[in-house]
T-cell receptor, first 110, second 123 residues
Framework: QSVLTQPTSVSGAPGQSVTIFCTGS????????AHWYQQLPGTIPQLLIH???KRPSGVPDRFSGSKSGISAALVITGLQAEDEADYYC???????????FGGGTKLTVL | EVQLLESGGGLIQPGGSLRLSCAAS????????MSWVRQAPGKGLEWVSG????????YYADSVRGRFISSRDNSQNTLYLQMSSLTVEDTAIYYC????????????????RGQGTLVTVSS
């Protein structure tokens, strides 16, 4: 059971938008930044969104992040087949004094 | 270009020990905190350990505390993870990751660059 809770899977048709939510608690997302990673099949994780809503250089603006209270969200607009991947949220937890990840969400582009 | 090259994985029997290495290049290694993150086959990401830029502070997940030790040699731009009392639950790909930004050494966000090294614990 992950400290951060994500849906196991989401899906959407090409061109549509999907939102992946990540829910934590006051000791993690309620206090610390949310970060998101994309892991394409058979590849290593890549930082997608950091510090709640910042995109590293090279990440398309179709990907956006937000956070409110103990929940964070990753929004992907204009879905493309190449967006099929696992997405992980991550934060820091002051009670555990450790980095925590969500369990991951598998995005299927229909 | 930032490069991280993990090595040292392999097949090890339960109860055994293994030392992983991560050779870093393309950035000033000595000023960045580093972490180890693992991924069991078909499973999600799990943070294992973090170490401050100087190496003076180390941090561990509860699942490995007391069994794993992180260290670094800034003169050699290399990160290490000494693993002992290994169990089948430690079977995973182990990634080293550079801290992308921020103050807390054990926190993300992380920059993954290497392919990881596979540790298989099995009798």
């Amino acid at each position: 059971q992950s400290v951060l809770t994500q849906p196991t899977s989401v899906s959407g048709a090409p061109g549509q938008s999907v939102t992946i939510f990540c829910t934590g608690s006051s000791s993690n997302l309620g206090t610390y930044d949310a970060h998101w990673y994309q892991q394409l099949p058979g590849t290593i994780p890549q930082l997608l969104i950091h510090t709640d809503d910042k995109r590293p250089s090279g990440v398309p603006d179709r990907f956006s992040g937000s956070k409110s209270g103990i929940s964070a969200a990753l929004v992907i607009t204009g879905l493309q087949a190449e967006d099929e991947a696992d997405y992980y949220c991550q934060s820091y937890d002051s009670s555990l004094r450790a980095t925590v990840f969500g369990g991951g969400t598998k995005l299927t582009v229909l | 270009e930032v490069q991280l090259l993990e090595s040292g994985g392999g097949l090890i029997q339960p109860g055994g020990s293994l030392r992983l290495s991560c050779a870093a290049s393309g950035f000033t290694f000595s000023i960045h905190a580093m972490s180890w993150v693992r991924q069991a086959p078909g499973k999600g990401l799990e943070w294992v350990s973090g170490i401050s830029a100087s190496g003076g502070d180390t941090y561990y997940a509860d699942s490995v505390r007391g069994r794993f030790i992180s260290s670094r040699d800034n003169s050699q731009n290399t990160l290490y993870l000494q693993m002992s009392s290994l169990t089948v639950e430690d079977t995973a790909i182990y990634y080293c990751a550079k801290k992308y930004r921020g103050i807390i050494p054990a926190a993300g966000p992380f920059d993954f660059r290497g392919q990881g090294t596979l540790v298989t614990v099995s009798s």
